[in-house]
Nanobody, 116 residues
Framework: QVQLVESGGGLVQPGGSLRLSCAAS????????MGWYRQGPGEQRELVAE???????DYANSVKGRFTISRDNAKNTVYLQMNSLKPEDTGVYYC??????????WGQGTQVTVSS
């Protein structure tokens, strides 16, 4: 069983920054990739950024150049540094963890609101 604990969301003005963290715990799992997904009101959950166990990263076009995903393997933790935030970045951000199981594990979500 895998547990994911997210932190770092909040309210920020446009142009501001936030840093999200997601720590994975449990036993008997091997991480293939960890990532952050965003779900806006009435929208589907979509990929924001992902980092694989080899360090390869992938970003949604809308966040390239503004967001940076990184990880601390020793702590099984992934971070998302979000800079130059825009109102359209608003949503619930979920941490997702891919193992070799068919379905990913999800965190509880953290709200990010970008508003003046």
């Amino acid at each position: 069983q895998v547990q994911l604990v997210e932190s770092g969301g909040g309210l920020v003005q446009p142009g501001g920054s936030l840093r999200l963290s997601c720590a994975a715990s449990g036993s008997g799992f091997i991480i293939r990739a960890m990532g952050w997904y965003r779900q806006g009101p009435g929208e589907q959950r979509e990929l924001v950024a992902e980092i694989t166990n080899t360090g390869r990263t992938d970003y949604a076009n809308s966040v390239k150049g503004r967001f940076t995903i990184s990880r601390d393997n020793a702590k099984n933790t992934v971070y998302l540094q979000m800079n130059s935030l825009k109102p359209e970045d608003t949503g619930v951000y979920y941490c997702g963890l891919q193992t070799w199981a068919p379905a990913p594990y999800w965190g509880q979500g953290t709200q990010v609101t970008v508003s003046s």
